[in-house]
């Protein structure tokens, strides 16, 4: 298939007439990101630009400041099925809220459930390993045509949800799963989305600067904490938009910090009147320049360590990804 999508996440209605804009007129497929950070967003979008084949791949807790709760973000995601067009609907059948939504669509939409469970693309056996600065995720993807073996140079084993999303649809539109497969074994990771950079001292940063939720977080601090390497290092930044519930959070990722010899936090949030992460040898708050802290970090990493770099948006954090990688100018 000749395929289009958006230039980087060009995902409000905007970006999506930008992305149709530029669409080649010999394209077969075009692939549009729908986002939100409250109610009606995604509708909108839907009203102008159908789509005929859905993919929701999950609903945590991120922009609740717009949501409200859980059961918002799901609501405002399942817009996207408000589509005329619609007839094909994939749907991450490990949350228990996407499953009751989607039992709920027209019997004229095909659902396919992706996840780690009893699924229609289930997720088999993912691990995941850095070797030599090498990322490497493997898993099987058990389809309704027999296994298909994944390979993925993606960052955590969290990241076989987008995989399996992408050879599900693949698949289901005609692609042979083995060619999928391979074509997925090629890509690469966005900057500042798990992209695995190996730095000029010889040590590997984990590169996920460009947003973050409490799940996203959770899962990419227990895999680089599960990480062989003499020594683990993160900056945390903060997860913004998350409301009222916004302090409990970043104090549930508190005990993820242990297994890491430095832990930088930056942001208004860690300091709170009981600054979070407090008492810990491991742990300091930041409240410099973001150049002086990729400096300094810069200093403790040796051949082989591993440093984590995540946070919202808001903490720009990639500049201390670009500095300590040594593609930014002083």
């Not at 007439?17 to 394209?27: F, G, H, N, Q, R």
């Not at 056996?125 to 600065?133: L, Q, T, W």
């Not at 970090?297 to 440093?307: H, T």
């Amino acid at each position: 298939f000749k395929a289009h999508s958006a230039e980087h996440s060009y995902n409000t209605l905007i970006g999506c007439s930008m992305a149709i804009l530029s669409l080649p007129a010999d394209s077969e497929i075009l692939l549009l990101e729908m986002g939100a950070s409250h109610r009606g967003e995604i509708g909108d979008i839907v009203a102008h630009f159908p789509p005929t084949v859905a993919l929701v791949t999950e609903a945590a807790a991120a922009h609740l400041e717009g949501f409200g709760s859980a059961e918002g973000i799901v609501a405002a995601k399942m817009e996207i099925a408000r589509s005329a067009r619609l007839r094909k609907f994939f749907y991450n059948g490990d949350n228990p809220l996407l499953r009751k939504e989607a039992a709920l669509l027209p019997t004229e939409v095909d659902r396919f459930s992706v996840g780690l469970g009893e699924c229609d693309y289930r997720i088999v056996n993912p691990a995941f390993s850095i070797k030599e600065g090498e990322p490497s995720l493997s898993f099987s993807l058990s389809t309704p045509t027999g296994e298909v073996a994944v390979k993925s140079r993606s960052f955590g084993r969290h990241a076989a949800y987008p995989a399996a999303f992408a050879l599900a649809a693949a698949m289901d539109l005609g692609v042979d799963g083995k060619d999928a497969a391979e074509a997925l074994s090629r890509a690469e990771s966005l900057g500042g989305r798990g992209r695995v950079r190996r730095l000029p001292c010889g040590a590997v940063l984990i590169d996920d600067s460009y947003n973050a939720n409490p799940v996203s977080m959770k899962a990419v601090l227990e895999e680089a904490g599960r990480a062989e390497a003499p020594g683990r290092f993160a900056v945390v930044g903060e997860m913004l938009e998350l409301g009222e519930r916004g302090v409990d959070f970043h104090r549930d990722l508190v005990g993820l910090f242990a297994p890491f010899r430095r832990v930088w936090l930056v942001g208004k949030t860690w300091e709170q009147e009981a600054p979070l992460g407090s008492g810990a040898d491991n742990v300091c708050h930041w409240g410099g320049s973001l150049k002086e802290l990729a400096d300094l970090v810069a200093q403790e990493l040796s051949g082989g360590d591993l440093i984590v770099v995540k946070g919202s948006r808001g903490n720009a954090l990639d500049i201390v990804a670009d500095r300590l990688a040594g593609e930014k100018e002083p």
